[in-house]
T-cell receptor, first 113, second 114 residues
Framework: GQNIDQPTEMTATEGAIVQINCTYQTSGFNGLFWYQQHAGEAPTFLSYNVLDGLEEKGRFSSFLSRSKGYSYLLLKELQMKDSASYLCAVRPRGGSSASKIIFGSGTRLSIRP | DTGVSQDPRHKITKRGQNVTFRCDPISEHNRLYWYRQTLGQGPEFLTYFQNEAQLEKSRLLSDRFSAERPKGSFSTLEIQRTEQGDSAMYLC????????????FGPGTRLTVL
């Protein structure tokens, strides 16, 4: 089976740093994605990790440890517009499942002034 | 081409009616996906196409659901004999086949079954 766990809600302060954790247990692994979703809108791609380590992209960074089944998304210099849900998603490996991705339930992040 | 488009954006129907949604992917993308999302949950995979071939269909998808992509471009998702439990946001996404295979999502069709 496939299981992706992330906190339901988090709150952080404008200008601060926040780390959103994700753990996964999947039958295979062929990459992990983070998406941002504002209320009532479609998810938008933030990052992709397939190898262990940290990928940095502006204010956002994503880390992966395949041996631990663990990832985190790090958001720096938080802005009010960062208030959104953050979705962790895993692509299982193999065959016709090569492109399917499995989403977690998302972490709703609220930024306070 | 500004991205993935979906039509309609909202649909209200009565239980037992049939509904059809359309998705137009980004033109260069050969893969197209359908997801369903309910409040407070992440998108749930329904099915996906590579060109016109439907390569995978979720076991969660009942026989009332069918999807087509006849010419390998736009796709339709039909729900027959709708039930209240079908009320959700239906999201379409498209991508290139390739190493990263990032999926680009459309704005979704919000279905309400009364």
């Amino acid at each position: 089976g496939q299981n992706i766990d992330q906190p339901t809600e988090m709150t952080a302060t404008e200008g601060a740093i926040v780390q959103i954790n994700c753990t996964y247990q999947t039958s295979g692994f062929n990459g992990l994605f983070w998406y941002q979703q504002h209320a009532g809108e479609a998810p938008t791609f933030l990052s992709y990790n397939v190898l262990d380590g940290l990928e940095e992209k502006g204010r956002f960074s994503s880390f992966l440890s395949r041996s631990k089944g663990y990832s985190y998304l790090l958001l720096k210099e938080l802005q009010m517009k960062d208030s959104a849900s953050y979705l962790c998603a895993v692509r299982p490996r193999g065959g016709s499942s090569a492109s399917k991705i499995i989403f977690g339930s998302g972490t709703r992040l609220s930024i306070r002034p | 081409d500004t991205g993935v488009s979906q039509d309609p954006r909202h649909k209200i129907t009565k239980r037992g009616q049939n509904v059809t949604f359309r998705c137009d992917p980004i033109s260069e993308h050969n893969r197209l996906y359908w997801y369903r999302q309910t409040l407070g949950q992440g998108p749930e995979f329904l099915t996906y196409f590579q060109n016109e071939a439907q390569l995978e269909k979720s076991r969660l998808l009942s026989d009332r659901f069918s999807a087509e992509r006849p010419k390998g471009s736009f796709s339709t998702l039909e729900i027959q004999r709708t039930e209240q439990g079908d009320s959700a946001m239906y999201l379409c996404a498209s991508s290139f086949s390739g190493t990263q295979n990032e999926q680009f999502f459309g704005p979704g069709t919000r279905l309400t079954v009364l």
